[in-house]
């Protein structure tokens, strides 16, 4: 396995249930999801540790229901590994002595709970299986009720995302406090056919709506990222989307039938190839951040919700400081700084005590008027305020 601070190892494709852009459940219903060797498995654990990481996620399938995945957490956690995360879908941390048993092996766990929808009706609709949505909500409340911390993904498809809006009512009050949402990969699908890809790929600007809606009922200091929707569809979550992340070695399970695992690879690097981006595209602002859209999603739908978000000339630029510099003479240890940021683009920076706000001309940011948007960079919520307060 390759040198990373982060290794994610599947334990096998073996799953309870049948979501409709996964292969595991769908080998697991051809009954082709063959149990691997935990000898195999200790294998990876040990390299993994031995090239230096210290972080290790545990995928499934369903990781919790392969037989001797207990042992591996334990075996991991003498390693020496730093954190665990168990990547669930919940179906059996709530019950029996599981739990338990995991946190019996003294590791530091982030329960990571695979919720395919923000309600009942959506998650079922997504994993095609009755009553795991009530699993999974016992099972994060299990986790919770002992202190432990987890964090929630979603795979973003037809059947679910118009459910996003409901993800503040359920995480907030259970403290959760970062969730995950990735647009659908359709070379994961269990069926490649465009048929089969138009039943579960929805078009990225319906998806907007429900974000804007679901980030509006969101407390500012809930964290939320949306992975692979292109920046030019919903410019104001910009600080919300990646199409990138920390370097991650993955091994997964063969999809051959055969009771093995693949060379690892890199996630992130591998969720990026095989992207399109139009010529127009070098004229966004978010053009060195973003990949583009994967060709499926334009054989579908076409590219003419992709329109590049403009960057404001030097002119411009520098009459925006102007216009902002006497607000902010109000707050004497306020310093304004114009600088480039990591993709090369000048923006102008405010600076007060140790937090640093980015203020922008266009609509993307954590607040947005009808002049600016203000987005922090580091640093106090409060200080933001102070900001934005003394700006209006």
């Known amino acids: 396995m390759g040198e990373s601070a982060r290794v994610e190892l599947q334990v096998g494709h073996l799953c ?3 979501c409709v852009f996964c292969i595991s459940g769908h080998l697991t219903h051809l ?5 691997i060797a935990d000898e195999l498995l200790k ?3 040990d390299g993994a540790y031995a090239n230096g990481a210290r972080h290790l996620t545990f995928l499934g399938g369903e990781p919790t229901i392969q037989p001797g ?14 954190q665990i995360v168990v990547f669930s879908n919940g179906s059996r941390l709530h019950r029996g002595d599981l739990l338990e048993r995991l946190l019996d092996t003294g590791a530091h766990f982030e329960f990571r709970f695979s919720f395919q929808g923000g309600n009942a009706e959506a998650h079922e609709r997504t994993t095609r299986r009755k009553g795991s949505f009530a699993q999974l909500v016992s099972s994060l409340d299990a986790v919770r009720a002992q202190q432990q911390a987890a964090t929630v993904n979603m795979c973003v498809v037809r059947q679910n995302f118009e459910s996003v809006t409901d993800f503040p009512a359920l995480l907030v009050p259970r403290g959760v406090t970062h969730l995950h949402l990735d647009m659908i990969h359709p070379d994961d699908t269990p069926d490649p056919r465009p048929a089969a890809l138009a039943d579960v790929i929805p078009r990225y600007g319906e998806v907007a709506r429900a974000l804007r809606a679901m980030a509006s009922s969101m407390p500012d200091d809930f964290r939320f990222n949306i992975g692979n929707l292109p920046f030019c569809i919903a410019p104001e979550l910009a600080p919300h989307i990646h199409h990138g992340g920390q370097p991650t070695q993955t091994a997964t399970a063969a999809v051959s039938g055969e009771p093995g695992l693949n060379e690892a690879w890199n996630k992130y690097e591998h969720k990026q190839k095989n992207k399109l981006k139009l010529p127009s595209c070098a004229e966004c602002q978010f053009d060195v951040r973003c990949s583009g ?8 739908y076409g590219t003419e919700e992709l329109v590049p978000v403009r960057t404001p000339g030097a002119a411009a630029t520098q009459s925006f400081e102007a216009s902002l510099a006497d607000c902010l003479s109000q707050l004497p240890r306020c310093r304004l700084q114009m600088v480039t940021d990591g993709q090369g683009a000048s923006r102008l920076l405010a ?4 937090s640093e706000v980015w203020l922008d001309p266009g609509g993307t940011g954590h ?7 203000l987005s922090l960079r580091r640093g106090a919520f409060a200080d933001a305020k102070l900001v934005w307060d003394a700006l209006l």
């Open 31 to 35: 009954r082709q999801a063959p149990l």
């Open 69 to 82: 995945f207990v042992e591996l957490v334990r075996y991991a956690a003498k390693r020496g590994f730093e």
């Open 43 to 45: 294998q990876q654990i």
């Open 351 to 354: 600076r007060l005590g140790g």
């Open 367 to 373: 607040a947005i008027s009808d002049r600016f948007s």
């Open 16 to 18: 309870n249930n049948r």
């Open 293 to 300: 859209i994967f060709p499926q999603y334009a054989e579908l």
